[in-house]
C-alpha cells in the first residue's frame, strides 16, 4: 500500500525560509539521496491562507512511496538532505506520515 511523508514548514515570527535555495540546491540532495526510494514529489509554496490571509506554511513537500518499506529506505538514506535544512530555513520542519487513500 502506497505511503506519503509530508515535510511541513510553518510560518513563525523572525523565521526565514530561502525559497531559491530550497528548489534549486536542496531538491536536488534529496534526490541524489532519497530519489531511487521515491514515486513521486510534490512541492508547494504557501501563498495564502485564504482571502486576506497571510499563508501560514512556507511550503509543505509531499513525498509518495509505494510501501513502508521504500519510504524507510528513503529515509535510511536522508541522512544529507536533514543536513542541509539549516541552509535554506531556520524552522523545524513537521512530518505526517501517511497511508494514501486516493
Do not use: R
Not at 530550497?22 to 509554496?45: L, N, P, R, S
Not at 539549516?86 to 513537521?94: E, G, I, R
Request: glycine share 6%.
Amino acid at each position: 500500500m502506497p505511503v506519503s511523508l509530508q515535510v511541513i514548514y510553518p510560518v513563525t515570527e523572525g523565521t526565514k525560509f530561502d525559497h531559491a535555495y530550497y528548489a534549486d540546491t536542496h531538491f536536488q540532495i534529496v534526490d541524489e539521496h532519497m530519489g531511487a526510494h521515491i514515486q513521486t514529489i510534490v512541492v508547494t509554496k504557501g501563498l495564502a491562507g485564504g482571502p486576506d490571509t497571510p499563508a501560514p506554511y512556507y511550503a509543505i513537500a509531499t513525498m509518495t512511496f509505494a510501501d513502508q518499506a521504500a519510504m524507510d529506505a528513503a529515509m535510511k538514506a536522508a541522512g544529507p538532505a536533514l543536513e542541509d535544512i539549516p541552509n535554506f530555513t531556520d524552522v523545524k520542519p513537521q512530518m505526517l506520515i501517511g497511508e494514501v487513500v486516493s
